[in-house]
């Protein structure tokens, strides 16, 4: 009764492999085609996710495009620009920095110092100058909303640390002020930072071309034991208060200018200072402010010797730094 053939037990034995093997091909066939269509989904979302967030990763390695996705006049020469970026919330963004941003057609490239904080933003706000002969900042100022911009940075221009210096004084013209503007806010913003004094003379040819000024106006009033501003212009309204006259002016609801007029001079920078062996010093702006204040980089890029009025005043060139 027990007993089963060799063959009834190799044919037993065959059916019931065959029937196996043809159910495990299906299975087989059906786990590897899931499995291809799985891969090929996965493959797709990390190149989706690659080209939206680590393609768009500001890094000083390589350029980057970033869109173009707000864009404001402030002045007659003078832009807003919000770039979409996105956050890099692991890295602090180094203070001070600036942006190289290039022309992909004619593979030229210059400076520019964001006004925000891009890692922790998500975009990078820029404030641009636009100037008739110049490549870059035209090429910028023109640009239309959804266009993309090539980025590389930050670069850093000067390794800031939290409470080494007793007091900061900063000169700028025109754009120069965006590193300056970057630098005040660090320091302000970080109730860490103990900086005793900040400082800033700011020069440019009329009041419409002061960039920043509602900005820089809040700043001082919220913090005005430690930050002094003093606007100098090339052409002030109508009357300045070197003149004896303001109140009579100010009857005449005549504008009366408070800041300083003409050149910047050895007396305004005087009259900003505490203590000139406890100050260090930045200084950004057209070479012939630079010229005048400080001279420029030495032709090798380091900072070179402290010329200008800085160096008739005693500044060593361990107190002053040129951002160029
Ligand atoms: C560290 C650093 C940060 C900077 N940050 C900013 C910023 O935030 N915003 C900004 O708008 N710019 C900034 N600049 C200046 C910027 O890098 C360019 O130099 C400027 O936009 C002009 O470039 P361009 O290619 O348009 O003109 P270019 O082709 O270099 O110059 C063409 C002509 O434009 C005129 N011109 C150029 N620059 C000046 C100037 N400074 N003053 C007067 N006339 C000039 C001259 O007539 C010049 O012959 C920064 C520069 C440095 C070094």
Redesign the pocket.
């Known amino acids: 009764m027990f007993f089963i053939s060799r063959a009834t037990k190799t044919t037993i034995q065959r059916s019931f492999s065959t029937k196996t093997s043809t159910k495990n091909s299906y299975g087989r066939k059906y786990i590897l085609g899931i499995t291809a269509c799985m891969s090929v989904f996965i493959g797709y979302k990390t190149w989706q996710w690659y080209e939206t967030n680590m393609n768009k990763r500001l890094t000083p390695d390589r350029f980057v495009t970033l869109e173009l996705i707000e864009k404001e006049q402030l002045s007659h020469d003078?832009y807003r620009l919000r770039l979409k970026g996105q956050k890099q919330l692991a890295e602090n963004f180094p203070i001070l920095s600036?942006f190289y941003i290039k022309d992909d057609n004619i593979q030229?490239m210059?400076?520019?110092?964001?006004?925000n904080d891009p890692f922790k933003e998500g975009h990078v706000d820029?404030?641009?100058?636009?100037?008739?002969?110049?490549?870059?900042?035209?090429?910028l100022t023109r640009a239309q909303l959804g266009d993309q911009i090539f980025v590389r940075g930050p670069i850093e221009?000067y390794p800031y640390q939290p409470n080494s210096k007793t007091e900061i004084g900063m000169i700028a013209?025109?754009?120069?002020i965006?590193?300056m503007y970057q630098l005040i806010k660090h320091v302000l913003n970080n109730p860490n930072d103990k900086t005793e004094r900040l400082w800033l003379i700011y020069c440019n040819k009329t009041k419409e071309d002061i960039l920043l000024k509602k900005e820089l106006d809040t700043l001082q009033e919220k913090h005005k034991d430690r930050l002094n501003i003093l606007y100098v212009l090339d052409h002030p309204p109508s009357s300045s208060n070197n003149n004896n006259n303001t109140s009579l002016l100010e009857e005449k609801g005549q504008e009366v200018w408070q800041g300083g007029s003409g050149y910047i001079t050895q007396e305004m920078i005087q009259s900003m200072l505490k203590k000139k062996e406890n100050t260090f010093i930045f200084v950004?702006?057209?070479?012939a402010m630079l010229n005048h204040v400080s001279g420029q980089r030495a032709r090798d890029f380091t900072q070179g010797p402290t010329t200008g009025l800085l160096g008739k005043m005693g500044f060593t060139p361990n107190q002053v730094w040129k951002?160029?």
């Open positions: 003078a600036c030229v210059r400076s520019y110092t964001p006004i820029l404030l641009i100058k636009r100037y008739q002969q110049g490549s870059i900042s035209k090429m221009e013209g025109g754009t120069g965006t590193p950004c702006g057209p070479d951002l160029e």
